[in-house]
């Protein structure tokens, strides 16, 4: 089998009938591209930041940031980087930035609600950004987003700091590309008025869960409950889709759910675009979208979408 999957490497990602889809890559540091190019992915859909700010015992300045930002934009030559600004909270703590003890950390002050209170930290990452944009094809995507406002707020701190840094001289993509993860209901339920205002979606499969069923990703008494295949959650993928693509916007998966080959021929069928995963995983889900036909996948992804239980799905996938 391995050397089955080696050969594919170097394939485009096309069905049968011709229907191309875009597979990337998950990375948590530059340090994990070794492994990204080995596995051939075409980009990078989820670049998790926090790790840089986790990793240390300071915020990390912009230069630090920028430097870890191009070293990555340089090394996917002018491919796809999708980079996460800072999902921090929740279950990741930083020592320096004195977040409080909550009841709920995964219903608190996490990931961009932080960042939109903390602004000079926020700043610096979108600085960093911008700046990195030079050298490869950087894509801003925020995180945890439930409401335009929080767009719009974002969008608008973005502008000043594209704003200092033309006056500074200092040269960025003026095109960069602005999306959001959908990982909350709020978000999948308006996907068609998000989509007016963002360029992309990425699907969060990992919280999208969580927040669809009530279910804590990590408490392992519920572990059971914990279920993609849950027919609200796969709705939930379903109407993301289907909003992001009546207004001309792709989306993306970067939850774990989009490493799993079971689940490849149900996301293809639902118009997925792009599949990113950890890069172990891509040539197993391209051997599905290799030996997939699209007009087959879509009627499949109807079928198990009319089904009443996560049990009844997955026995006929
Ligand atoms: C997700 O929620 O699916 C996701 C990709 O983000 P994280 O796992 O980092 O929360
Ligand atoms: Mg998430």
């Known amino acids: 089998e391995k050397e089955e999957l080696k050969k ?7 069905t049968i009938d011709n229907h191309k889809v875009n597979l990337w890559a ?22 998790r930041t926090e790790f840089l700010f986790m990793n240390s015992d300071k915020l990390p300045t912009e230069e630090e940031q920028f430097a870890a930002y191009k070293e990555v934009a340089e090394k996917m030559q002018g491919k796809p980087v999708t980079i996460r600004t800072m999902d921090i909270g929740g279950d990741k703590e930083l020592s320096y930035l004195k977040l409080p003890k909550e009841m709920n950390p995964f219903l608190g002050y996490r990931a961009l609600r932080v960042c939109l209170k903390e602004k000079d930290m ?11 944009s030079k050298y490869g094809q950087i894509k801003i995507m925020l995180p945890m987003v439930i409401s335009l406002d929080e767009v719009r707020e974002s969008k608008k701190i973005l502008e000043e700091c594209k704003k200092e840094l033309r006056k500074e001289n200092i ?11 959908v990982e909350t209901p709020a978000t999948a339920f308006r996907a068609r008025y998000f989509a007016k205002e963002v360029d992309f979606f990425s699907i969060g499969t990992n919280d999208l869960t969580q ?28 109407v993301t889709i289907e909003g992001a693509h009546a207004e001309g916007i792709t989306v993306s998966m970067c939850g ?3 490493g799993d080959n079971k689940a490849t021929k149900l996301l293809l069928g639902l118009g997925l675009d792009a599949f990113s995963m950890s890069a172990t995983s891509i040539p197993r889900v391209k051997k599905v979208i290799l030996e997939s036909n699209y007009d087959d996948a879509k009627q499949y992804a109807n079928k198990l979408l009319e089904m009443d239980t996560a049990k009844e799905i997955i026995s006929n996938l």
């Open 122 to 132: 926020f700043k610096t990452q979108l600085r960093a950004l911008l700046r990195a």
């Open 26 to 47: 998950n990375i948590g540091s530059p340090k994990d591209l070794t492994g990204v190019l080995a596995n051939g992915a075409e980009g990078i859909g989820l670049y």
């Open 171 to 181: 040269e960025f993509d003026e095109e960069i590309k602005v999306g959001i993860m």
């Open 8 to 14: 594919i490497k170097d394939k485009e990602a096309i």
């Open 211 to 238: 927040y669809t069923l009530a279910v804590d990703r990590g408490n392992e008494i519920i572990s059971d409950l914990y279920d993609t295949y849950n027919p609200a959650v796969l709705e939930a993928i379903k």
């Open 256 to 258: 774990e759910f989009a």
